[in-house]
């Protein structure tokens, strides 16, 4: 049984930032990738970003190249955060992260295995 838990949703004006965390837990060894996900109302769940297992593989969708950025955590080896910066309206939405047992990510949402119960990102203008 994996569970993995987001945590860092909130509300924030525009231009602002905000960092979600993420993390992963089981009783295994494994060392997980992650994908970060969003879906705002009425919308289909869409790809962010995503980091491989030893955090040197990274991708992100276009539209938040150069203002969201995934790192993992250093002493903690199945977290991962995604810093927001400079947020818009159009970021407003449910924030998922997910994970697998695998060396590489993807932006496939149907390649992860586990998935968080989602933390609220709200931006207002």
């Known amino acids: 049984q994996v569970q993995v838990v987001e945590s860092g949703g909130g509300e924030v004006q525009a231009g602002g930032s905000l960092t979600l965390s993420c993390t992963a837990s089981s009783r295994t060894k494994n060392v997980y990738s992650f994908g970060w996900f969003r879906q705002a109302p009425g919308q289909e769940r869409e790809f962010i970003g995503a980091?491989?297992?030893?955090?040197?593989?990274?991708?992100y969708e276009d539209s938040v190249k150069g203002r969201f950025t995934i790192s993992r955590d250093n002493a903690a080896r199945n977290t991962v955060h995604l810093q927001m910066n400079n947020l818009q309206a159009d970021d407003t939405a449910v924030y998922y992260c997910a994970a697998k047992p695998a060396t590489w990510a993807t932006s496939t949402f149907r390649s992860y295995d586990y998935w968080g119960q989602g933390t609220q990102v709200t931006v207002s203008s």
């Open positions: 980091i491989s297992r030893d955090g040197s593989n990274l991708d």
